[in-house]
């Protein structure tokens, strides 16, 4: 398991089979949302947040128009925080993605 502590209190916890995103507030711990790894079917990585794209999540109607983290800090499958803790995470998501493909190519 991977624990990435990503701004104002966000824990992203990576597992072999699931992405949990929480927040920990002083004494209790709010889930935001529970992701199968084997259910992301995309990333998407831009200064201040990372989307992940997966069946029945939801997603911006038009991604021209989000140009900052609080405009996509709504959304629970969006993490937000510093840059160089959101590539940490998407290059351990993105692996699942690349080891899909090529399972589906084989």
Known sequence: MKTFNVGSG???EI???K???SENMPGKTKY???IKRSSISGLVLYPGYLLIC???LPVPDDFRTINSAVNMQH???CIVGPEEDLIKIYDCLNETII???NQ???
């Open 99 to 101: 080891n899909k493909n």
């Open 75 to 77: 959304h629970p499958n």
């Open 10 to 12: 966000t824990v992203v």
């Open 19 to 21: 992405v949990n995103i």
């Open 32 to 34: 935001k949302m529970t």
């Open 104 to 106: 589906a190519i084989r």
């Open 15 to 17: 597992t072999e089979s």
């Open 54 to 56: 997966a069946p029945g």
